[in-house]
């Protein structure tokens, strides 16, 4: 059974760093499309970033470029985002995501309908 459980949210100052975990099971996602997204108060669920294990590509929104990067260790069967220069307007709760190994690659690889299992979310607030 597919389970994904994030970690390392909290409160943190802008300009701060966090990383997020997401621990995988019942799935190796060495074969799977990945996914962070974040849903604010008020607001719909958003993706933040993509990657695909097998060959490493990654996808981004724009309001994150050069800030987030997602990464992932096949060993520990793991997926991480390293935030850095964290904003207000990054508050919110944080998922982690995955794609069916069956379904072929995405077209849209940070819409949340492209994934078929999710955590259950880790806050993240960033204060002035």
């Known amino acids: 059974q597919v389970q994904l459980v994030e970690s390392g949210g909290g409160s943190v100052q802008a300009g701060g760093s966090l990383r997020l975990s997401c621990a995988a099971s019942?799935?190796?996602?060495?074969?799977?499309?990945m996914g962070w997204f974040r849903q604010a108060p008020g607001k719909e669920r958003e993706g933040v970033a993509s990657?695909?294990?097998?060959?490493?590509?990654?996808t981004y929104v724009d309001s994150v470029k050069g800030r987030f990067t997602i990464s992932h260790d096949n060993a520990k069967n793991m997926l991480y985002l390293k935030m850095n220069s964290l904003k207000e307007e990054d508050t919110a709760t944080y998922y982690c995501?995955?794609?069916?190994?069956?379904?072929?690659?995405?077209?849209?690889?940070?819409?949340?309908?492209?994934?078929?299992?999710w955590g259950q979310g880790t806050q993240v607030t960033v204060s002035s």
């Open positions: 990657l695909y294990a097998g060959d490493g590509s990654t």
């Open positions: 019942g799935f190796s996602i060495r074969y799977r499309r």
């Open positions: 995501a995955c794609r069916s190994q069956y379904a072929p690659p995405p077209v849209h690889p940070l819409a949340s309908t492209e994934y078929n299992d």
